[in-house]
């Protein structure tokens, strides 16, 4: 932790971030990303998908190398070339990218291994559209301004979208419209981001109307993070590129969760099990707190947080109900002291209704964090970054609201 003592790391878990630091550390991942797929293609040749990617990324601009290989796609990429599974959805998000961000050459056409049931799906700086299409032996033609993607359908024979490398629309496409900056796409309907956890939610896949609203009340949520936490959206770019809607299917409980296999996606409780839209309150106390975790899961790449006991020992949650390891008590101190934090804050910036909101909210999680950081009192299963990450969070609820 050298490298990051002397107030980086104060820098780096303070609510606002420090957006430099975060980019920092998502490049160090992105690095560590090409190193396994450039050993990869040598141990594969026959993968020619990921043979012209490994070509083509030592040809883009660092900002670009990163554009790529940084996003949750390049993630899914990677994990699917070096596991030998290849997966169509993200070797067409990839290659895709890859266009968007490459000077013009030559024209290339490449084969692509499995299917793809295409709803709505990222490629380059466009969305495909489509009614759920069953799409086979797919291939992708790479032009100077544009790309086709060419396939198969069971009974309808050919289908083909034609893609500019600038992102206007055009047939059955359109342009890639993020809420922030470079942050909060939604991506319902996405192949490669639903929510396989069987945990009681569904993934919706939005009609136009409810697209509409959403992402009006999201926009509405961006602007109350903005203000409150300005580093801290910067920051999205990295640790929440993505909002994958959810709805539970039972219950009243809104569901939100992130997850270390996925970075940079967060899953975020949209509507309520009837349909009925959240409040855009909710969503951005739910965007930031997965943003939170997404934070330390990139801590957690270069610095590891706990070090459990044999056998790990087992801390009551007033979050959950129920027994959780040291690694999940030290993220949900952290993120609900930033939560207080964040509500504390939004009671002397933002209106009457939105402070009440506000003051209920700080004073729900107060009363929680105090009684899980009595139940850590005397663990001896953190690390030291681990041990900054609660010094950080008892700092906080210290301080005065509004500072």
């Not at 965007?287 to 330390?296: D, K, M, P, S, V």
């Not at 993220?331 to 504390?344: D, E, K, N, P």
Request: aromatic share 6%.
């Amino acid at each position: 932790m050298n490298r990051m003592a002397n107030g980086s790391l104060g820098r780096f878990l303070a609510p606002d971030g420090a957006p430099q630091l975060t980019r920092s550390l998502a490049w160090r991942r992105t690095l560590e990303r090409w190193a396994l797929i450039h050993r990869r293609a040598q141990e594969a040749p026959q993968d020619q998908v990921l043979a012209y990617v490994v070509a083509q990324i030592p040809m883009l601009s660092a900002t670009g190398r990163h554009a790529v290989l940084g996003s949750p796609d390049g993630a899914a990429f990677v994990h699917s070339h070096v596991t030998g599974r290849q997966d169509a959805t993200s070797d067409l998000a990839v290659l895709g990218a890859v266009h968007a961000e490459r000077q013009p050459g030559d024209t290339r056409t490449l084969a692509l291994q499995g299917s793809l049931v295409c709803r709505r799906q990222g490629v380059g700086r466009s969305v495909i559209i489509d009614q759920g299409s069953q799409l086979d032996g797919l291939s992708i033609t790479l032009e100077d301004k544009t790309l086709s993607i060419t396939a198969r359908v069971a009974g309808a024979g050919c289908w083909r979208r034609e893609l500019r490398r600038d992102g206007l629309p055009t047939v059955g496409a359109e342009r890639r419209a993020p809420i922030g900056e470079g942050a909060w796409e939604l991506v319902d309907g996405w192949s490669g981001f639903e929510n396989d956890f069987d945990d009681g939610n569904e993934s919706p896949l939005l009609d136009e109307t409810s697209r509409v609203d959403l992402t009006r009340a999201l926009k509405q949520a961006w602007s109350l993070l903005v203000a409150i936490a300005p580093g801290a959206a910067e920051e999205m770019q990295e640790t929440a590129r993505y909002v994958r809607p959810l709805r539970p299917r039972t219950g009243d409980t809104i569901p939100s969760f992130s997850s270390r296999d996925l970075p940079g996606v967060i899953f975020v409780g949209t509507h309520r099990r009837d349909g009925v839209p959240i409040e855009f309150t909710h969503l951005v106390e739910s965007c930031f707190h997965e943003h939170l975790h997404n934070r330390l899961y990139l801590l957690e790449s270069a610095y590891p947080l706990t070090v459990p006991e044999t056998p790990p020992r087992c801390y009551w949650s007033p979050w959950k109900t129920a027994d959780r390891g040291i690694d999940g008590m030290v993220h949900a101190i952290y993120v609900f002291a930033h939560l207080t934090w964040f509500w504390r804050r939004a009671a002397t910036l933002s209106d009457a209704a939105i402070a009440k909101v506000a003051i209920r909210r700080s004073g729900e999680h107060f009363e929680a964090l105090r009684e899980a950081l009595r139940t850590i009192a005397t663990t001896t299963e953190l690390a030291p970054a681990g041990e900054a990450v609660i010094a950080a969070s008892q700092n906080l609820l210290e301080k005065p609201a509004g500072d």
